[in-house]
């Protein structure tokens, strides 16, 4: 497949993290001939976030696999509504249902080992009184909780480095959900400990997704890049037209 004729791959990070968690997937998918966008998130709330990210994808010639981790699965699971986006891929993420918040469908399943490491921090909301609030990990619990199988070396550059969820994206729900009408891929972490791995498999199970299992810490894609590469191209394939 030539890179002209591929669709372009477009990679949504998540909370506590940024494009650059994509890093060693991007010259995967780029051998491999694919064209790759990896967005930065703004990760302020769930309908601006899946608005933003729609808005580049509407732009993107050609059509789309859409990637999501963690965070960003619940991102492109609004987002995915965009009519160029062909598939959807989830890395350790959310699966909301339509009219389902993060927070609704964490709580179906007891707590991971994130719950106890958050630290909410107050930031300024442009145009307002109040506050908002940021949520982020604590540094030093971030490579264990986060990125136990990643080098420490740059876990410990991803600790201090980290870009805050605002508390927000929590509570919103998805208005839609495209893995009704867009066929979809989710690689279940085993040995995740920041998303509870049964909250990931309830999500794609419920939507009927194609499913794999690697035995990863939440960054899957930093600690097995082959494996990630290998499921967006299986999405690719079997989009193809």
């Known amino acids: 497949m030539s890179r002209l004729d591929s669709p372009t791959v477009v990679l949504v990070h998540g909370a506590f993290a940024d494009a650059s968690s994509f890093a060693r997937v991007i010259p995967e998918l780029i051998a491999r001939g694919l064209n790759v966008v990896a967005p930065a998130v703004p990760n302020r709330s769930l ?10 994808v509407r732009q993107l010639p050609g059509p789309v696999i859409l990637v999501g981790h963690s965070y960003g699965g619940a991102v ?5 509504m965009e009519d ?4 959807l891929v989830f890395l350790a993420g ?3 249902e339509e009219g389902e918040s993060l927070g609704e469908l964490q709580g179906r ?4 080992d994130l719950a106890s490491v958050l630290v909410y921090t107050p930031f300024p909301i442009e145009g307002s009184t109040e506050a908002g609030t940021d949520v982020s990990v604590q540094i030093d619990k971030f490579p264990a909780v986060f990125a136990a199988d990643v080098d420490p070396g740059l876990a410990s550059v991803l600790a201090v480095s980290q870009r805050p969820l605002a508390a927000q994206a929590f509570a919103e729900k998805a208005p839609a959900a495209a893995w009704k009408t867009k066929p979809s891929w989710g690689l279940v972490a085993t040995a995740d400990r920041t998303i509870n791995p049964d909250v990931e498999r309830y999500g794609y199970e419920r939507a009927g997704m194609t499913t794999v299992d690697v035995h990863s810490s939440h960054l899957v894609m930093l600690a097995h890049p082959e494996r990630v590469a290998d499921l967006i191209v299986d999405a690719v394939r079997a989009t193809a037209h």
């Open 47 to 56: 309908l601006g976030d899946s608005a933003y990210i729609a808005s580049i």
């Open 109 to 112: 399943f007891p707590d991971s």
């Open 84 to 87: 160029n986006v062909k598939a």
């Open 76 to 80: 492109i699971t609004v987002a995915g």
């Open 94 to 96: 959310y699966a909301l």
